[in-house]
């Protein structure tokens, strides 16, 4: 069958939204289907990409704010998707293309929406008091369930607000981790060497530097760790609208910001030459950085308000939106031996792969 997958939001630089896109639609492509991914860009291009996907990009204008962000008007996609006459649509955006589900219902495609973030916790910390952003979450989430046939969460944190308002065709299904690119056969001693600078630990934080990643919280965790004491050098993989703010928190701190990095292998590489991970976004819905990390053999210090606790399980630490208990949770990790600790993150990791996840998700999409 033709599967269009569809995302604003999406860049060179988009993260886990892109990640999940490619493997998913390189599954499918995989088992025989026409893949079309229609996302946003400078300009119009209609290419092939090596893993079999048609990729449609459409000239959207920037978004403001979003650190290159871009979103295509959804008349537009409306259109486009009558000449591409897909047998089913897979929509990753809740919010600039939420219509998409009225588009497939009046034409009788199956109609699937993924669920990216917690729209509760997003009102609750930009714009509304928290009740108000449940009252409003609600509804929203109501009229988009009865939008789609179905909705697929990636985690129970995820499905919650869903369960919430009583939706009967909410599908969990967990994303994947590419277990071969990221694995701990990928450590380096000498890179390690080379960016602990004499340090006793590498920490790294990998991920967008944006509002609600709280990406702030790693930076003073390193300066609670350095006040107790300890030697540690973070690495901070990553870029967006938040990095200036963030290099100025870190001056005088043992900090070094490398930027967002495009080579999959040289990010694998980092990762699995660190000795423990940061995730303090507390609004996580997944986390596929947290996974490529403990695919690479490097544990995880986790927001205990995300779903990442259900992803990391016993191979990291959940802690509290405080860096206090953020830097206990590192602490605790490095008292652990080296090897079982990796050995441990590793195995976590290996639950979770794409050829699973891609199975599930098709069987969303059909009828």
Partial sequence: MRIVQLANFYGPRSGGLRTALHHLGAGYAG??????????????????????????????PLLPGTGGYRAVDPWRVQRLLDRLAPDAIEVSDRLTLRGLGGWARRRGVPGVVISHERLDRLLAQFLLPPPAARRVADAANSRMAQAYDRVVCTTSFARAEFD???ARNVAQVPLGVDLTTFSPLHRDPRLRASLTGGADALLVHCGRLSPEKHPERTIDTVAALRDEGHRVRLVVAGDGPRRPALERRASGLPVTFVGYVPDRARLATLLASADVSLAPGPHETFGLSALEALASGTPVVVSASSALPEIVGASGA??????????????????????????????????YDWPTSVDRMLATLTP
């Fill in 31 to 60: 088992r025989g289907h026409d893949v079309v991914l229609v996302v946003p860009g400078p300009r119009s291009v209609d290419e092939r990409l090596p893993s079999g996907i048609r990729r449609v990009t459409v000239a959207a």
């Fill in 164 to 166: 919430r308002i009583g």
């Fill in 318 to 351: 959940a802690a509290r939106d405080s860096p206090e208990a953020f830097a206990a949770g590192v602490t605790g990790l490095l008292a652990a031996d080296a090897g079982a600790r990796r050995a441990a993150a590793r195995a976590r990791a290996e639950r």
